[in-house]
T-cell receptor, first 112, second 111 residues
């Protein structure tokens, strides 16, 4: 089964607007993380939310987690052109150690 | 800020040849990983390594693949006999806890 599926697959917004990306997963998790990838580069950790947390903030990022719906959302407020990247959620499954399973990602384009 | 470094950044090889992808994880990290990403697709887990042994591996990580930490600083991924479908970006990552730090990747092209 697929774990950590993001939607939308692609999102195009104007600078200054908010961007919301969603992630759904299928099994119980220890935590959920969001990573960012600029084209052709490695992934950069953005934020981690634990299974007993519901919301977390970091700068312009806001992450929510709903374990009953097995879903998470990443909100980027007041987007900038430099936020253009792919965003991935990654889940740390309860029954495994520290292996992260990544979703397919959302490609965000912020137009200036 | 410490970072994970990978070499080479690009590797072109002929089908059937052996390749070794190299990584220098962050020095105080304990867990090491290899992931790969075929162009336009998701980032796939290959293997995790802890305490000098493989802790977990995926179905992709078959007998053609091996990992080694030969000298306490480098972490290598060897593909013994490359296939066309091994063409991908290979990422090394290391961690001290749940947060992974990724290198910039090695783009492997198998011809």
């Amino acid at each position: 089964s697929q774990q950590g599926e993001e939607d939308p697959q692609a999102l195009s917004i104007q600078e200054g607007e908010n961007a919301t990306m969603n992630c759904s997963y299928k099994t119980s998790i220890n935590n959920l993380q969001w990573y960012r990838q600029n084209s052709g580069r490695g992934l950069v950790h953005l934020i981690l939310i634990r299974s007993n947390e519901r919301e977390k903030h970091s700068g312009r990022l806001r992450v929510t987690l709903d374990t009953s719906k097995k879903s998470s959302s990443l909100l980027i407020t007041a987007s900038r052109a430099a936020d253009t990247a792919s965003y991935f959620c990654a889940t740390d499954l309860e029954e495994y150690g520290n292996k992260l399973v990544f979703g397919a990602g959302t490609i965000l384009r912020v137009k200036s | 800020e410490p970072e994970v470094t990978q070499t080479p950044s690009h590797q072109v090889t002929q089908m059937g040849q052996e390749v070794i992808l190299r990584c220098v994880p962050i020095s105080n990290h304990l867990y090491f990983y290899w992931y790969r990403q075929i162009l336009g697709q998701k980032v796939e887990f290959l293997v995790s390594f802890y305490n000098n042994e493989i802790s977990e591996k995926s179905e992709i990580f078959d007998d053609q693949f091996s990992v080694e930490r030969p000298d306490g600083s480098n972490f290598t991924l060897k593909i013994r006999s490359t296939k066309l479908e091994d063409s991908a970006m290979y990422f090394c990552a290391s961690s001290l806890n749940e947060k992974l730090f990724f290198g910039s990747g090695t783009q492997l092209s198998v011809l």
